[in-house]
């Protein structure tokens, strides 16, 4: 069965700094698919990034970036020049790609961006 | 960037009474989802639909728990009786096609208040 773990409850990190959040997941499938997405103070859900196993090279989106290390089963979110705006809690999800029909989400990781 | 519709926002009621959550999904997405959220933690999956019937649920949809679609309106999640452990919030999602690369588009919740 697939299982995401976040293990990091809380993040506080200075603005215009790099702040990384580590992901795990297990699955017996070949082939899945990692998601991160970011829920804001408002409740909004909104999708940042993705990487797909079958790829080597890690996912880039803005200032978002994945660090994907697949013998470790590991999907970290790096945030580079993180802002007061990127304090939410991220959430890493997966979905497999040969029997899962859903994501399956961490616990999620609460960022908070101080000045 | 498309918008998934939950109405209400927030509904408090009595245990034991019915509630019926409504989600207008974005309008060419086929598959459409409703996630549970406890006390802003992890979100967890309650099941899937398509074409008219449930693809796939979690052990948290109850056999009091019920979804339907009809006629291409509000993709709705029916909970009757409603019971204390069912307060949470409540999130549709939606997404074009079933593949597991697509990301999924968040409504922004019902919170849901059972007295």
């Known amino acids: 069965a697939q299982k995401v773990t976040q293990t990091q409850t809380s993040i506080s990190v200075m603005e215009k700094t790099t702040v990384t959040m580590d992901c795990v997941y297990e699955?017996?499938?070949?082939?899945?698919?990692l998601f991160w997405y970011k829920q804001t103070a408002s409740g909004e859900i909104v999708f940042l990034i993705r990487q797909d196993s079958y790829k080597k090279e890690n996912a880039t989106e803005g200032h978002y970036s994945l660090n994907f290390q697949k013998p470790k089963s590991s999907i970290g979110l790096i945030i580079t020049a993180t802002q007061i705006e990127d304090s939410a809690v991220y959430f890493c999800a997966m979905r497999e790609g040969d029997s899962g029909t859903y994501q399956r989400f961490g616990t999620g990781t609460k960022l908070q961006v101080v000045p | 960037g498309p918008k998934v519709l939950q109405i209400p926002s927030h509904q408090i009621i009595d245990m034991g009474q019915m509630v019926t959550l409504n989600c207008d999904p974005v309008?060419?997405?086929?598959?459409f989802y409703w996630y549970k959220q406890i006390l802003g933690q992890q979100m967890e999956f309650l099941v899937n639909f398509y074409n008219g019937k449930v693809m796939e649920k979690s052990k948290l949809f109850k056999d009091q728990f019920s979804v339907e679609r009809p006629d291409g309106s509000y993709f709705t999640l029916k909970i009757q009786p409603t019971a204390l452990e069912d307060s949470a919030v409540y999130f549709c999602?939606?997404?074009?096609?079933?593949?597991?690369?697509?990301?999924?588009?968040f409504g922004a919740g019902t919170r849901l208040s059972v007295l």
């Open positions: 699955t017996r499938d070949s082939s899945y698919f």
């Open positions: 309008s060419n997405h086929l598959y």
């Open positions: 999602a939606s997404s074009p096609r079933d593949w597991g690369q697509n990301t999924l588009y």
